[in-house]
Each structure stands twice: as C-alpha cells, then as structure tokens.
C-alpha cells in the first residue's frame, strides 16, 4: 500500500477514542471541565448507558460568545499559554482535546452564559462541524449535551457493555468527583432516577455517607492532615495527605473501595494502592481490602499528570516520599482511632442464661477490674478500654464489661497479638531467648525445605533457631526460641518451610514471627483462671495493635449496651 495522508475525520476519530473510550470517560472529561470552571452545582443526566444522552449541567464560570466555536477546535484551551505552563498544571483539563473529541464521536449542543452576559451563546455540532447557532436563555455557566455516542464509531460501539454496565461505570465517575470535591452539590441521574446527590456542604463525611451509606460514614476515620515531622531531611516543601479511611471493621472483598486524588484529580495508581493495603497490614483478613479516600496535595510542579492519554496516571518527582506519607498517614490514622469491631448483629433468640452473673456497673478502676496498665511510653497504642473481667466462656473466650457493653476477648487471639508483639520486639533489640536443647536434635527436610531453609537459615537464626547442616538433607538443632522450647517447635519449623518460598526479607520475617506467635499461645479450649485471665488483658493492653490478632482476625468483639437495650426491647 502507499503511504497516504488519512482524511482529517479518521485522524480526529482515533485520537478521540484516546479520550473518549466509552461514555464514562466523555462523563469525566465533562464533569472536569465543570470543575475547571468553578462551578459549585453540577448535574449530570444520562440515558440509555451514556450512548443516547449525556447532560451535563455546572453554574461555573461560562464561556465568553465569541469563544464558544473555539472550544470545539482541537488544542483550544483557556487553561494554559505556554510551555512552562505545563511544568504546574493545577486544572484538570489543558490539552483542549475533550470537547473536539467528543464532538468527533457525538452530535454536542453547548449553551453557555459567561459571567456577566445577559444569556447564553448555544452551539449545535455534528461530525465535528457547526449545524446550528444561536443564543438561549440561561444563568451563568454550562450545558453540554452529548447524543448518538459512537453511534458513527460501530467498532467502538460494539465494545461497549451493557447499558446497566457503562452506568455502573458512569456512577463511579460521578462518585469519586463527588468524593474529590464534597464543597461541590452533584447530582446524578440515570433514565430519570436520582441515583447520587451530594449536599456540597464541604465536608468530606457527608460525600461518604451519600455515595457509600451511612453504615461505611459512621465507620470511616480521618486522616490527619500534614506530615511535616516526617519529612525531615527530605527535600520536598509540602506535601500533605488527607481524607478518610474506613475502620478495619468495614473492608470489602474487592479493590473498587478506594480512591486517590492528587491536588483533587481522581488517578490511579498500584504503588499508592499497594501504600494503603500496606497501611492496613495485620488489621484486614486475608483477600480484604479497605475503603480510603486519599487526597494528596503537593506542588503541581512535583507531580506530572502530562503522561497519559486520560490523565489517569500520573508521575512523582519523589515517589518513595509520597508512598510513605501515604502509608504513614493511613496506618496512624487507624492505630490511633481504631474501634473494636462491634457485633452488628445478635441472634434475637437466646438460650435461657443460667446462672449468669450480675453485671455490675463499677467505676473503672476499683473492685476487680484490671489496673489501668500505662502503655509503653513510645507507642501510645489504640487504647484498649478498661475491662471489668467476669468470666470466660467455652474455654475459649474472656467475658469482660467494659465502659460500653460485653466484651468477648479471643483468649488465643490476644494471645497471639502479645506475643507477636513481643518476639518483633526482641528481635528488634536482638534480645530473643535462647534455649539450648540438652541433646541436639536432628531434623530431615525434603528438596523443597532444604532450598528454604538454606536460604533463610540466617532469618532463622535472628529468632533464636541454631540448625546447622548434618549431611544428606538433614540437620542439626542445637537450640531454640526458649518460647518454643517445650511446644511443637518442629511442626513449626516445617510448616514455615512449607509455607514460605520467594518474597523479601521483611515478608519472611513477619512470617517467622507470626508462625512463633501462634506455635507459643495458649489454645482454644484451655481454661483459665481469673489471674490468668487478668494478665492477658494486662498484656494485651500493652499492645500496639490490641484489636487484632497478626493474622488480621480480631482479637474482641463488642456488644454495646445500646444493643442489649435494643436486644431486649429497652429502648
Ligand atoms: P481543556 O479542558 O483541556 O482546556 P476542553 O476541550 O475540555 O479542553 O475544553 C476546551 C475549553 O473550553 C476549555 O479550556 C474551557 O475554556 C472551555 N470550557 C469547556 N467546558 C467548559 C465549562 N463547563 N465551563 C467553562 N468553560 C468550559
Ligand atoms: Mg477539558
């Protein structure tokens, strides 16, 4: 074939479909400009998946009469002059690309009415090219109208999902804007309903309740603000992170929970993501992950959004100082404010309680309720309330009041906590006990094993393990974590070896640590005396991370008084 010019509507179809992909993605370039424009109201309508109608509606700042046709040529933006423009983009929008794009795959009627004006300019385009003008009588700002979608794009149109689908996406849109921007009011509806509407009250809670339920706005924490101490010695000037992560009692099993906005654009981003899971290590179960809603501001010229067709991703000067603060930020927020997970529901019917003791309310510190251990000076941990204990429960459970309710403690869990807790400490201060078995014992391995522990005898060692080769895949254990010393110290051994393979050092460590933890507790179904009972609570007060076990399973469960009241129609 010979090379020949392509006809300027494919060149301008393919360089939309960079922008527009489906009708979420024209929703945000729309929504975007609203934002750019100031606006504080902005609604959206939508019919037919997007493809039929895209409406949306801002009382921003509007488009002067003689610059409403420009907006539709490509590269027309009133949003940056020059090329050091682009080294400090603080709008969303400065390529000029969304409105030509658009209108290359969609009729698009504009009226807009720029501050001042008596009315609004309206423009009606089709294949890209002017059909209709006029003016039109509006307030100040925007009204874009998109029709037909793709219907001139069959390819792209065949792409597309369902309409319940692209509606879905389309909600998201709208929801993480409305989560970037809670001081602006959205509203969103879809084939006529009402499906989002946020009040604009600038007050990041009321975006959550709207777009996730009050059940998620009455479980998220704040995060607080900016993090100065951190960044000493770092040459960045101010970086800050906000928002609100939820309490680990309300994760979701898949990732679609959490949103990240850089100077308030929604981006993604694996490393930022992987900052936040991080934050939340040892405190979800296995294949949970966290609601978040992270703001990171910092200088636009420390950020380049210039990188990708859709502006979703973007490019840290400093990456590694972004994902600390990031992780830093979430884990004290949750650290420091975290609840006990509380028990949603109760069975509404109980076996008749024989025998059960009177619940007594005492004062917190007086009769036989535990002292108030003071924590440990560095770690002023997430406080475990003061807890009156009565009893425990199946051999397996500690029974306690607390200042609010019933408080179940999974004996092994706590258990579990504390000594994790302990053998990182040690291991920190090389300070593990040792205890030298009074005969060496030998211990054999498969292929497997062997390459395991060959690698990692050295990590081993760190907790308090002396094996040493003994020829033909055995070895030789001359001494052990002296917490280990009268438990199953071999079957734990063995399992770690089974269990771990690549990963980094920190990954192995904690696993070390976590497989120590659990081989030294005391098990379910051992019964425990008072004093027992006691000095577990003591220990575990003393705890960084009290509420969960290692494994991220929780160590308690609360019933507040307010549900016993409810539970037994009091209320
Ligand atoms: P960009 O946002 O990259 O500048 P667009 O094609 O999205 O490019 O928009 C082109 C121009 O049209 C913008 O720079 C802005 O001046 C104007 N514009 C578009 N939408 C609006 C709106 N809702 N309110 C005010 N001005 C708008
Ligand atoms: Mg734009």
């Not at 960079?18 to 934002?35: D, G, I, Q």
């Not at 100040?140 to 597309?160: C, D, E, I, S, Y």
């Not at 509806?189 to 709207?210: C, E, H, M, N």
């Not at 900052?275 to 992270?294: D, F, N, R, S, T």
Request: proline share 5%; aromatic share 6%.
């Amino acid at each position: 074939m010979t090379i020949k010019l392509l006809d300027p509507k494919v060149i301008s179809r393919i360089a939309a479909g960079e922008v527009v992909a489906r009708p979420a993605s024209a929703v945000k370039e729309l929504v975007e400009n609203s934002l750019d424009a100031g606006s504080n109201q902005i609604s959206i309508e939508i019919r037919g998946g997007g493809v039929s109608l895209i409406r949306v509606m801002d009382n921003g700042v509007g488009i002067p009469p003689g610059e409403v046709e420009l907006a539709f040529d490509r590269y027309a933006t009133s949003k940056i002059g020059k090329l050091d423009d682009l080294e400090s983009i603080s709008s969303f929008g400065f390529r000029g690309e969304a409105l030509p794009s658009i209108a290359a795959v969609a009729e698009v009627d504009i009226v807009s009415c720029a501050a001042g004006e008596s009315g609004g300019t309206y423009l009606g385009l089709k294949d890209n090219a002017i059909v209709n003008r006029g003016s039109q009588g509006r307030s100040q700002g925007t009204t874009v109208a998109v029709r037909g979608l793709f219907r001139k794009v069959p390819a792209r149109l065949k792409f597309l999902k369902s309409p319940a689908t692209e509606n879905s996406h389309i909600a998201n849109v709208v929801s993480q804007y409305a989560l970037a921007f809670p001081e602006v009011r959205f509203a969103l509806f879809i084939d006529g309903r009402a499906v989002l509407r946020t009040p604009g009250s600038g007050q990041l809670i009321d975006s959550v309740a709207q777009v996730y339920g009050l059940e998620v706005a009455r479980n998220m924490l704040e995060i607080g603000g900016g993090d100065r101490e951190w960044e000493s010695g770092v040459a960045t000037s101010s970086l800050s992170v906000t928002g609100m992560v939820g309490s680990p009692a309300i994760s979701r099993s898949n990732r679609g929970y959490l949103s990240l906005f850089v100077n308030r654009r929604w981006i993604s981003s694996r490393l930022l993501a992987w900052a936040v899971e991080e934050a939340y290590h040892g405190l979800l179960m296995q294949g949970k992950h966290p609601i978040a809603i992270i703001n990171i501001s910092l200088p636009p010229e420390e950020v380049d959004v210039n990188i990708h067709p859709t502006k979703t991703e973007v490019k840290f000067q400093n990456e590694h100082i972004v994902f600390g603060a990031v992780q830093k930020a979430v884990r004290r927020a949750l650290i420091e404010l975290a609840p006990v997970p509380k028990i949603e529901e109760v069975a509404t019917t109980y076996g008749a309680p024989s025998g059960t003791r009177q619940v007594l309310r005492t004062s917190p510190i007086g009769g036989d309720s535990p002292t108030t251990s003071p924590a440990i000076p560095q770690t002023p941990a997430a406080s475990l309330p003061v807890l009156r204990i009565l009893g425990q429960l199946l051999s397996s459970y500690i029974v306690a009041e607390g200042p609010d309710g019933l408080y179940l403690i999974d004996q092994h869990a706590a258990h579990e906590r504390i000594l994790f807790e302990k053998i990182e400490d040690q291991r920190l201060r090389q300070e593990i006990e040792i205890q030298g078995l009074l005969e060496p014992v030998t211990f054999e391995v498969n292929p497997k094993q062997e390459e395991v522990l060959k690698s990692h005898s050295e990590d081993l060692a760190e907790f308090g393990f002396s094996i040493e080769p003994f020829g033909d895949r055995t070895y030789l254990v001359r001494a052990v974590p002296a917490l280990l010393y009268k438990k199953d110290w071999t079957g734990m051994v063995r399992e770690l070896l089974d269990s771990l393979s690549g990963g980094d050092k920190r990954d192995w460590r904690e696993e070390i640590a976590i497989s120590m933890a659990c081989h030294g507790v005391v098990r379910a179904g051992q019964a425990l005396t008072d004093d027992e009972m006691r000095e577990l609570i003591r220990q575990l007060e003393r705890t960084v991370l009290p509420h969960t076990c290692p494994h991220g399973r929780p160590t308690m469960i609360r019933l507040s008084s307010a549900q016993l009241r409810k539970e037994f129609g009091r209320s």
